[in-house]
């Protein structure tokens, strides 16, 4: 059996939550990023089942690095 287990701090949360109700946007899931990164390469096509990939995504005070296995990050 595989688990993956997420968390956020509740504050990062509720702040992201309030401005996209200022932008009058109301989210139906929420991601964390790592996963949204997965998903968004898994969308274009890029990632596939049979390779083991890593992904970097560096931003001005942080960077996120994710390593997929068999399309399991």
């Given at each position: 059996m595989k688990v993956i287990f997420a968390a956020a701090?509740?504050?990062a949360v509720k702040r992201h939550?309030?401005?996209l109700?200022?932008?009058?946007?109301r989210?139906?899931?929420?991601?964390?990023i790592p996963f949204a990164?997965?998903?968004?390469f898994r969308g274009l096509g890029v990632i596939d089942e049979k390779n083991t990939y890593a992904i970097v995504n560096?931003?001005?005070?942080m960077a996120?690095?994710?390593?997929?296995t068999e399309g399991i990050p």
């Open positions: 701090k509740i504050d939550l309030a401005l109700a200022k932008a009058g946007l989210p139906k899931t929420i991601d964390i990164l997965v998903r968004t560096i931003n001005p005070g996120t690095f994710v390593i997929v």
